[in-house]
Structure formats: structure tokens, C-alpha cells
């Protein structure tokens, strides 16, 4: 199926250093999505992206929509232990029938030495 | 308030078998769509409803098919179950204007 390139694969950094993650797409979206996956649990909603330039923040997390449309990033400042997990991007388009399904890169894993 | 629930969390099939895996959506989302995810990969796209109506479709044979009930819950459905549909299926709910999708903890399905 279709996916997006998410980039770094993984990632192990050690507590309190920034974290940097980016996904690009040969295709146009309207909305960029971060979410995070612990084992075994379905993913959580970090941060929704609506307009290009647009820049959010939550917490210690702040995502950014490409200009172009085709690209976004995923910051994190000072991890701390409990950010282990993998981060996936997704994007999604608005298709005729009102069809919001969501392309998804493969995942960042981040592991975090305390 | 509760999330998306689903149920159950997790099933063993043998090939060949039928499976029906349930969701509920978060209250006053009208919207579900399911995912499955193969370990190592991102969630790919199955089915997506809203009221009642299939609104999209992906790539994945017959024998995946899913309703939505008028309480906005959902099921899917898979037949003749293969090895390569063990993963975890994920159900996302939203509202239709919405373009945040929440999901729920998913079934991890293995067929043997």
C-alpha cells in the first residue's frame, strides 16, 4: 500500500537532548498528523496540522506543515524516558465521497537512554 | 468520557476461518474507519464509514467487509482468514468534518 517516507528509521538519543523527525510525500495533503505507538496499543494523537506553514506546539513537541504541502516535521526538546515509542507521520487528502483515509509513513523508533 | 473501544483484544483463527472484529466510536463521532497493521509498518487503510455508508475503500480483497450499525458502531468482517492477516487492526472513529482520526487499542488477530 501507498506510504509516506518517514525519516530517521530509528533513533536513540540520550535523556534531555532535542529530537528531530521528517516525513515527505510525492503527493499534495491537507492535513498533516502526528501520532505515537507504544507496543501493543493503537496509536495516540500528538499534534494535527491544517495549513501550510503552519506551526504547533504541544508541550515539548512542535510540528511544522511544509510549504509545499508535501513535507512535515516532528520536534521533540529535552526528552525524557517516557517519549520511547515509534512516531508516525500521516497525511490525508479529502478525495471525492468525502473519503478522510489516512497515508502513513513507517514509523520513527526513539529509544532514550536515562 | 470513553474512547474507541474494541473488542476483542486479542484472537486466535486457523486458516480458512471467519473472524468479526468490533468497534464503538468515541460519543458523537460519526465516523469509522479500520486500519490494519502489519508489525514493523504503518497502519494501512481498509474501510472507512459514515452513517451507515461505505465513504472509501482500500486496497484489500472481498473477503474484508465491515457495516456500520445506527449507533455508529462498527464491525469487520474477514473470511477464509490466510497467514499474511494476522496484524493488528486498529478502528479509528471522527466526525466527518473532522480530520483528527482517534484510534482504539486494536484486536491483534494471529491466524495459524
Known amino acids: 500500500g501507498q506510504q509516506l517516507n518517514q525519516s530517521p528509521q530509528s533513533m536513540f538519543i540520550q535523556e534531555g537532548e532535542d529530537v528531530s523527525m521528517n516525513c515527505t510525500s510525492s503527493s499534495i495533503f491537507n492535513t498533516w498528523l502526528w501520532y505515537k505507538q507504544d507496543p501493543g496499543e493503537g496509536p495516540v494523537l500528538l499534534i494535527a496540522?491544517?495549513?501550510a506553514g503552519e506551526l504547533t506546539s504541544n508541550g515539548r513537541l512542535t510540528a511544522q506543515f511544509g510549504i509545499t504541502r508535501k513535507d512535515s516535521f516532528l520536534n521533540i526538546s529535552a526528552s525524557i524516558p517516557s517519549d520511547v515509542g515509534i512516531y508516525f507521520c500521516a497525511g490525508q487528502s479529502l478525495n471525492a465521497g468525502n473519503n478522510r483515509k489516512l497515508i502513513w509513513g513507517l514509523g520513527t523508533s526513539l529509544a532514550v537512554n536515562p | 468520557d470513553a474512547g474507541v473501544t474494541q473488542s476483542p483484544t486479542h484472537l486466535i483463527k486457523t486458516r480458512g476461518q471467519h473472524v468479526t472484529l468490533r468497534c464503538s466510536p468515541i460519543?458523537?463521532?460519526?465516523?469509522v474507519s479500520w486500519y490494519q497493521q502489519v508489525l514493523g509498518q504503518g497502519p494501512q487503510f481498509i474501510f472507512q464509514?459514515?452513517?451507515?455508508?461505505?465513504?472509501g475503500r482500500g486496497n484489500f480483497p472481498d473477503r474484508f467487509s465491515a457495516r456500520q450499525f445506527p449507533n455508529y458502531s462498527s464491525e469487520l468482517n474477514v473470511n477464509a482468514l490466510l497467514l499474511g492477516d494476522s496484524a493488528l487492526y486498529l478502528c479509528a472513529s471522527s466526525t466527518l468534518q473532522g480530520s483528527e482520526q482517534y484510534f482504539g487499542p486494536g484486536t491483534r488477530l494471529t491466524v495459524t
Open positions: 464509514y459514515y452513517e451507515k455508508e461505505e465513504r
Open positions: 496540522l491544517y495549513k
Open positions: 460519543s458523537g463521532h460519526k465516523s
